[in-house]
């Protein structure tokens, strides 16, 4: 518990005390009111002083207003423990769900436990703890093993191991090594590196990610802001009831005036609104959470209820579906061993910055020799021609291996054929493709298993190698050779044709899909473990990378709106019967107080459900 919390603690303990005094000791007239006014004043000064202040202040019809004109009109009408006993409990239950609250706050500051508390930062030669604040960009910061990574850099030394879990919620540690950029919020986990440090704090991945959790409930779903409006007009509504059930009765019928002031003060214990008002908003603070606990990112509970809610999926390829690098995917020789043809390849293209050169030289096994080259030339649209070891080797599409007389054939794969001539004959040729993403299958199969009924890939790549990749994923429709102005032009298309409240989604990498991911009815863009561009234009990042995630996400956001309606039908229904129960006489104080803590109590413990996610659930 909290400092308040403990305090509240003690005051209702020697409210209770002081209360079984009063009830035990046996007197009338001034000195029994006394004897329950001090315990009431002990436990409720609180709630009456609040009920004054937000009155001076025109706020008149809030939980406090209610429960300080309920009871002290208890006091009123000779109904002293009554009055003292709904206080106490209101006070009971009010610390209660102050505790039942700041322990999902835990949670959720537990599961964003990634800001730093400080930066060693390399000064005259010594260590000096500082701020990550005060770090400039272009310092060199040292990192030991154990320590969480402060701010935003490039190793320059060492080489270790991290933990990427409170960013991605991948359990498995990243290799890093010199050279390579690292983002704050990970732990290193095995070896000491020294950063260069690339962005100041404000800047970094992990002062960027809290400013996107923190920030999260200033966009509200349209449930919450329903609540809101909802208590707006539903508080004084019956505040207005419970003075015509007091006035009316007895005006029209001739009965007792206490016994109606009395069922009136019941109906105002019975109508406060807390259970909606605090239930509803936790649970969506609760899915947030839990999304972050996975690694998914979501910028406000308007874009999980939204999620929910979506019906059309829309992929980008290139970086989304697949990896969006090129890479050897296959090699088929003719007449030479395999290993010899991709190291003719490699080595012909040894002087070459191409992606085509880059992907044939990471795919050699072989430390590769320039020196054995010679006399390399680049043939404009062709290829490359080189004398290795001697022989004249071309590298190239179809048209080069026609200068140069080799007899080449088409190859079945579909990619980026890479042919091989050597000293005039066919040597083989090379696949070089954009590899789909291991998980990519499985995120189409997860999303249709959810419920979404059409699932549309947009990329700018060949006709054939789009066709490829939708078929082996087993994507709806597929549209190729699109340009970004046409990705938007198509997605715009697909939102006309989209049914009534159907969601539309837009996945893509988001560094070049910003336009469609801000156009689409919600952007979910690929993390890239701190892409500035994702976060910035998406409505959900997914910090891994993995597409598969976005079928958790959709379970986490229908999960979390079950538990809003659950709380909504559940308060809602309560009150609506002790109401009537209370207007007719049948409900008395200990209903009312049921009707209004215990509902509370039991809608608070309801929303932390949302806090839990299964890491396994399918």
């Not at 303990?13 to 007239?29: E, N, S, T, W, Y």
């Not at 809290?210 to 919450?224: P, Q, R």
């Amino acid at each position: 518990m909290s400092r308040k919390q403990k305090k509240m603690l003690a005051r209702i303990l020697v409210a209770v005390v002081l209360f079984g005094a009063a009830v035990c000791i046996p007197a009338q007239g001034l000195v029994r009111f006394v004897l329950f006014l001090i315990p009431y004043g002990v436990i409720g000064w609180d709630v009456l002083w609040k009920a004054l202040r937000n009155l001076m202040r025109g706020q008149m019809f809030d939980e406090n207003f209610l429960m300080a004109l309920a009871t002290v009109g208890a006091l009123c009408i000779g109904d002293y423990p009554e009055s003292v006993f709904v206080m106490l409990f209101y006070q009971v239950g009010e610390l209660f769900q102050s505790y039942a609250v700041g322990r999902s706050r835990q949670s959720i500051a537990a599961l964003m436990d990634i800001r730093p508390d400080y930066a060693n930062v390399e000064r005259s030669g010594a260590l000096e703890q500082v701020d990550p604040e005060e770090v400039a960009v272009g310092d060199v910061i040292v990192v030991k093993p154990g320590e969480r990574i402060p701010l935003d850099g490039e190793i320059l030394e060492g080489a270790t191991t991290m933990n990427t879990s409170a960013l991605t919620g991948e359990s498995l540690p990243r290799e890093a090594a010199a050279g390579e950029h690292v983002i704050s919020g990970c732990v290193n986990l095995t070896g000491l590196i020294r950063v260069r440090v690339t962005k100041p704090y404000g800047e970094s991945t992990v002062a960027k990610i809290l400013d996107l959790v923190e920030n999260s409930s200033a966009k509200k779903a349209k449930t919450e802001n329903f609540i809101t409006k909802f208590a707006r007009y539903y508080t004084p509504t019956v505040v207005i009831g419970a003075v015509l059930l007091a006035a009316l009765p007895p005006l029209a019928l001739g009965q007792s005036f206490t016994l109606w002031l009395e069922r009136a003060l019941t109906f105002l214990v019975i109508s406060c609104p807390c259970a909606l008002v605090i239930s509803v908003p936790l649970s969506f603070f609760g899915g947030i959470g839990g999304a972050s606990k996975r690694g998914i990112l979501v910028k406000g509970s308007n874009y999980l209820e939204a999620l929910a809610q979506t019906n059309l999926v829309v992929f980008d390829k290139t970086g989304t579906l697949t990896r969006g690098s090129f890479e050897v995917t296959a090699i088929h020789p003719d007449k030479v061993p395999e290993e010899t043809l991709l190291e003719l390849a490699a080595l012909a293209e040894s002087y070459s910055d191409h992606p085509i050169a880059q992907s044939l030289r990471a795919a050699c096994p072989k430390p590769l020799d320039a020196s054995r080259v010679q006399q390399a030339e680049e043939v404009a649209g062709h290829g490359i021609r080189a004398l290795v070891d001697g022989r004249s080797v071309c590298v190239g599409n179809g048209k080069l291996m026609d200068a140069a007389g080799a007899k080449w054939h088409e190859c079945h794969r579909v990619g980026t054929v890479i042919h091989v001539g050597v000293d005039g004959g066919y040597a083989g040729h090379i696949v070089i493709s954009d590899e789909v993403k291991p998980d990519a299958a499985e995120a189409i199969r997860l999303l249709k298993k959810e419920g979404v009924r059409r699932i549309v890939m947009l990329t700018g790549d060949r006709k054939e190698v789009g066709e490829a990749v939708a078929s082996q994923l087993g994507i709806d429709e597929v549209y190729t050779q699109l340009l970004p102005a046409d990705k938007v032009e198509k997605v715009e298309a697909l939102l006309r044709d989209k049914r009534p409240n159907e969601k539309l989604a837009f996945v893509g990498d988001g560094i070049n899909d910003a336009p469609v991911l801000s156009r689409a009815d919600l952007g979910i863009a690929m993390g890239a473990l701190g892409s500035d561009a994702a976060i910035e234009a998406a409505d959900i990042v997914l910090m891994d990378d993995k597409p598969s995630k976005i079928a958790e996400a959709m379970r986490i956001s229908q999960k979390t709106l079950r538990i809003v309606k659950q709380n909504i039908i559940f308060a809602l229904g309560i009150k609506a019967i002790v109401l009537l129960l209370g207007a007719l006489g049948v409900a008395t104080m200990w209903e009312a107080v049921f009707a209004d803590v215990g509902v509370s109590v039991i809608a608070i413990l309801n929303a932390m459900r949302a806090l839990r996610v299964k890491e396994d659930a399918q």
